[in-house]
């Protein structure tokens, strides 16, 4: 009797712990932003780049995104040195422009770095400079451009081209959650007007007409930052690699795409990962 007793008490807590399981539904990502490498035959950032190569395969999550001025300066050396740094990371990774990576004014241009980064990764192989990829048949993630083509500003821009496209694939996948990387921040992470996107107003308004955008990640002012809007879209800025102590952000989603209905209703977990 006692064992029947047992068997019935197991079934249930394993009929229980399956039922929970399966309405339960994660998403982990990595961000990476500003490591601002350089080249040179004894380069300090190499070996922090190898113990980030070792916690990321360690942590395992679904995806990395590097999110601009992965380089100092725009040169080749630097792009292919930083690549090949990385080389280890065995999970999927994606990496956006940041000022200092390509500007044709007074470095490489920016087809010349996406052939070294398609060269590495054959994750970028459309070497488009703002594209999406589909993480797991809930998400797509976009990967933007808000640098120049042929100059060095710091201040980020969202362009015309790059805004119809995001509605239209907004427009295509209506069911889908969208999570949306770029180096500047659509939202600043201290209160300065000066450190706004020049054309913030319009890429607020499209943001805000849509109700399946859940997070904007971004980098560039080397400053952690996590705010949400009035539409509870979460704004997550990264620190900067490069500064001590060589840390990144692990982003866990728990979200249940059958009850989804805003921004609001997905808890979302940021961690600082020190290397």
Same mark, same amino acid.
């Given at each position: $009797?006692?064992?029947?007793?047992?068997?019935?008490?197991?079934?249930?807590?394993?009929?229980?712990? $399956?039922?929970?399981?399966?309405?339960?539904?994660?998403?982990?990502?990595?961000?990476?932003?500003?490591?601002?490498?350089?080249?040179?035959?004894?380069?300090?950032?190499?070996?922090?780049?190898?113990?980030?190569?070792?916690?990321?395969?360690?942590?395992?999550?679904?995806?990395?995104?590097?999110?601009?001025?992965?380089?100092?300066?725009?040169?080749?050396?630097?792009?292919?040195?930083? $690549?090949?740094?990385?080389?280890?990371?065995?999970?999927?990774?994606?990496?956006?422009?940041?000022?200092?990576?390509?500007?044709?004014?007074?470095?490489?241009?920016?087809?010349?770095?996406?052939?070294?980064?398609?060269?590495?990764?054959?994750?970028?192989?459309?070497?488009?400079?703002?594209?999406?990829?589909?993480?797991?048949?809930?998400?797509?993630?976009?990967?933007? #451009? #808000?640098?120049?083509?042929?100059?060095?500003?710091?201040?980020?821009?969202?362009?015309?081209?790059?805004?119809?496209?995001?509605?239209?694939?907004?427009?295509?996948?209506?069911?889908?959650?969208?999570?949306?990387?770029?180096?500047?921040?659509?939202?600043?992470?201290?209160?300065?007007?000066?450190?706004?996107?020049?054309?913030? #107003?319009?890429?607020? #308004?499209?943001?805000?007409?849509?109700?399946?955008?859940?997070?904007?990640?971004?980098?560039?002012?080397?400053?952690?930052?996590?705010?949400?809007?009035?539409n509870g879209v979460r704004h997550i800025s990264a620190p900067a690699f490069k500064d001590i102590p060589h840390s990144y952000q692990l982003i866990k989603i728990i979200y249940d795409e059958k009850t989804?209905?805003s921004p609001k209703d997905v808890e979302i977990n940021v961690e600082k990962i020190k290397v």
């Amino acid at each position: $009797m006692h064992k029947i007793i047992k068997t019935i008490i197991f079934s249930m807590f394993a009929l229980n712990l $399956m039922q929970g399981v399966s309405y339960g539904n994660v998403l982990e990502f990595a961000q990476v932003s500003d490591v601002h490498y350089t080249y040179s035959p004894d380069s300090p950032m190499d070996k922090y780049l190898y113990f980030l190569s070792l916690s990321l395969n360690k942590k395992n999550p679904d995806f990395t995104v590097f999110l601009g001025d992965n380089v100092d300066k725009s040169k080749e050396e630097n792009v292919i040195g930083f $690549m090949k740094s990385i080389y280890t990371i065995t999970l999927p990774y994606y990496l956006t422009f940041g000022e200092k990576d390509a500007h044709g004014l007074s470095g490489i241009d920016k087809e010349t770095y996406l052939d070294i980064v398609t060269t590495f990764n054959s994750n970028q192989k459309n070497g488009k400079k703002y594209y999406y990829f589909k993480p797991n048949h809930d998400f797509i993630c976009v990967v933007l #451009d #808000d640098t120049a083509d042929f100059a060095y500003t710091t201040h980020g821009e969202i362009n015309e081209e790059q805004l119809e496209w995001l509605e239209k694939l907004l427009i295509k996948y209506p069911k889908k959650l969208f999570i949306i990387f770029h180096h500047c921040p659509l939202v600043p992470p201290r209160d300065d007007y000066k450190l706004s996107m020049v054309n913030s #107003d319009k890429y607020k #308004d499209l943001i805000s007409k849509y109700q399946n955008i859940i997070l904007i990640s971004s980098g560039h002012y080397h400053q952690e930052n996590i705010t949400q809007d009035e539409n509870g879209v979460r704004h997550i800025s990264a620190p900067a690699f490069k500064d001590i102590p060589h840390s990144y952000q692990l982003i866990k989603i728990i979200y249940d795409e059958k009850t989804y209905t805003s921004p609001k209703d997905v808890e979302i977990n940021v961690e600082k990962i020190k290397v």
